[in-house]
């Protein structure tokens, strides 16, 4: 059955320890973290965290962390440090996946290399050091296309790298900039169903959602992509929106993916 949970940043600047209990209060299912939403990387600290998600059965889905491979080779080298510190405080949390970010990719990197060739790298050697943690890593488009996804993770190879499908962040998407916009040369709905059979997790946006319908996304859509395939995973709740109410906001669409998905 597929798990429904909510990410950290839907309740932005709310304490770890207040957003667990938030979601055990609207009876999600998991809960996803960014790096930087511990306030510490003291184990003592981490250990109170874990124990809170056991506390309320509520695993932790992945770990977010940028890992974006392109700029100078110092830059990237960075990158890869800090998606390593990641991987490191995931397998301490407990959970299996962290999140990778690919977006548009530049012709050229500062230094004025080719981007492909160490971007690639890149997610390899964080994929190798993430294998001997027993740890997945899941790429999140932002923005991209279908085609450029598909052709990273063929590239990247690794038995533990595939994808973290956002339903919002795609090239030509209305969480893409603009904001609000469509643009018709992009057909992002094509690109989710492209991608959708190697999710290891799916993040759902919310934008407009005060109706009980999100108004900026095809939910009636996405939801038939995402039962086509028998996804049985994790979906997570990622509020976007202007409502002060978060929770509510949050609630409300709970409530949507539920009906939409009920019965898988």
Same mark, same amino acid.
């Given at each position: 059955?597929?798990?429904?949970? #909510? =990410?950290?940043? +839907? %309740?932005? =600047?709310?304490?770890?320890?207040?957003?667990?209990?938030?979601?055990?209060?609207?009876?999600?299912?998991?809960?996803?973290?960014?790096?930087?939403?511990?306030? +510490?990387?003291?184990?003592?600290?981490?250990? /109170?965290?874990?124990?809170? #998600?056991? /506390?309320?059965?509520?695993?932790?889905?992945?770990?977010?962390? +940028?890992?974006?491979?392109?700029?100078?080779?110092?830059?990237?080298?960075?990158?890869? +440090?800090?998606?390593?510190?990641?991987?490191?405080?995931?397998?301490?949390?407990?959970?299996?996946?962290?999140? %990778?970010? #690919?977006?548009?990719?530049?012709?050229? =990197?500062?230094?004025?290399?080719?981007?492909?060739?160490?971007?690639?790298?890149?997610?390899?050697?964080?994929?190798?050091?993430?294998a001997t943690k027993g740890i997945s890593i899941g790429l999140q488009n932002h923005p991209i296309t279908g085609k450029a996804m598909l052709q990273i993770r063929e590239e990247t190879n690794r038995d533990n790298f595939n994808f973290i499908v956002d339903t919002g962040q795609w090239t030509g998407s209305p969480g893409a900039a603009p904001r609000g916009k469509t643009d018709p040369k992009h057909d992002f709905y094509g690109y989710m169903e492209e991608t959708l059979p190697h999710a290891m997790y799916i993040r759902t946006k919310f934008y407009r959602i005060e109706t009980g319908k999100e108004e900026w996304l095809d939910y009636e859509r996405i939801a038939s992509l995402i039962k086509n395939i028998n996804y049985n995973g994790c979906i997570s709740i990622v509020y976007e929106g202007e409502n002060e109410d978060r929770i509510d906001q949050v609630r409300l669409a709970a409530s949507y993916l539920r009906q939409l998905l009920n019965g898988h």
């Open positions: 059955m597929i798990k429904i949970g #909510c =990410n950290y940043l +839907s %309740l932005k =600047n709310t304490p770890v320890e207040e957003f667990i209990k938030i979601v055990y209060d609207l009876r999600l299912d998991v809960v996803d973290f960014h790096q930087g939403a511990f306030e +510490s990387t003291d184990p003592v600290y981490l250990s /109170k965290i874990k124990s809170l #998600c056991l /506390k309320y059965g509520l695993p932790i889905g992945y770990i977010g962390v +940028s890992g974006l491979f392109h700029g100078t080779a110092e830059e990237r080298d960075e990158q890869a +440090s800090i998606a390593k510190d990641a991987v490191d405080l995931a397998a301490f949390l407990g959970s299996p996946i962290i999140r %990778l970010f #690919c977006a548009t990719v530049p012709e050229k =990197n500062a230094d004025g290399e080719e981007v492909w060739p160490g971007m690639i790298a890149g997610y390899q050697e964080v994929a190798d050091y993430a």
